[in-house]
T-cell receptor
């Protein structure tokens, strides 16, 4: 069965701390990988995406993620978080054939000033 | 570029009533998704359209939920009759095509069933 698992449900960090959010997936076939972010009161928006090529992808606001095919993982990282990064983060996996897109359960990140 | 439009933003109904949500995707986007997001959980895919055809509706509770995209543009999701456990945010998203494209999301409709 297709599934996406995010390791942490709730993460609390102080400003300037480093962030790593884990994401593992189970999905047959060729996949596209995404991280979406939802700031308080706003709609889901794309943070970064991986379709092919360099497994280290860079997104907006200093975020990056690394696709490790052998581990079925796509972890999100940021060297130094800011208070404005407080949001909910969702890992998503899509079939490159059908476009079917499924999400993990999300990680709530709280950054303390 | 206009985003994905959804209406209404909020809806409160009693159990056993019916409700409908409307979505207007980004112009030219062939793929349209409906998701259900229960508080504290990730979005759960209900149905995926490619133009006016259904690509995947394996998670749609077909005894009470229905969706259509008659002209391959706007879409409507209906619940009839609603249950308490249907309380959630219903998200619509669209993408330009099947392969190597990202999905853009609307603001969602928050449904409360009392």
């Amino acid at each position: 069965a297709q599934s996406v698992s995010q390791h942490n449900h709730h993460v609390i960090l102080s400003e300037a701390a480093s962030l790593e959010l884990g994401c593992n997936y189970s999905y047959g076939g060729t996949v596209n990988l995404f991280w979406y972010v939802q700031y308080p009161g706003q709609h889901l928006q794309l943070l970064l995406k991986y379709f092919s090529g360099d497994p280290l992808v860079k997104g907006i606001k200093g975020f990056e993620a690394e696709f490790i095919k052998s581990k079925f993982s796509f972890n999100l990282r940021k060297p130094s978080v800011q208070w404005s990064d407080t949001a909910e983060y969702f890992c998503a996996v899509g079939s490159s054939n059908t476009g079917k897109l499924i999400f993990g359960q999300g990680t709530t990140l709280q950054v303390k000033p | 570029e206009a985003g994905v439009a959804q209406s209404p933003r909020y809806k409160i109904i009693e159990k056993r009533q019916s409700v409908a949500f409307w979505c207007n995707p980004i112009s030219g986007h062939a793929t349209l998704y409906w998701y259900q997001q229960i508080l504290g959980q990730g979005p759960k895919l209900l149905i995926q359209f490619q133009n006016n055809g259904v690509v995947d509706d394996s998670q749609l509770p077909k005894d009470r939920f229905s969706a259509e995209r008659l002209k391959g543009v706007d879409s409507t999701l209906k619940i009839q009759p609603a249950k308490l456990e249907d309380s959630a945010v219903y998200l619509c998203a669209s993408s330009s095509g099947l392969m190597n494209t990202e999905a853009f999301f609307g603001q969602g409709t928050r449904l409360t069933v009392v």
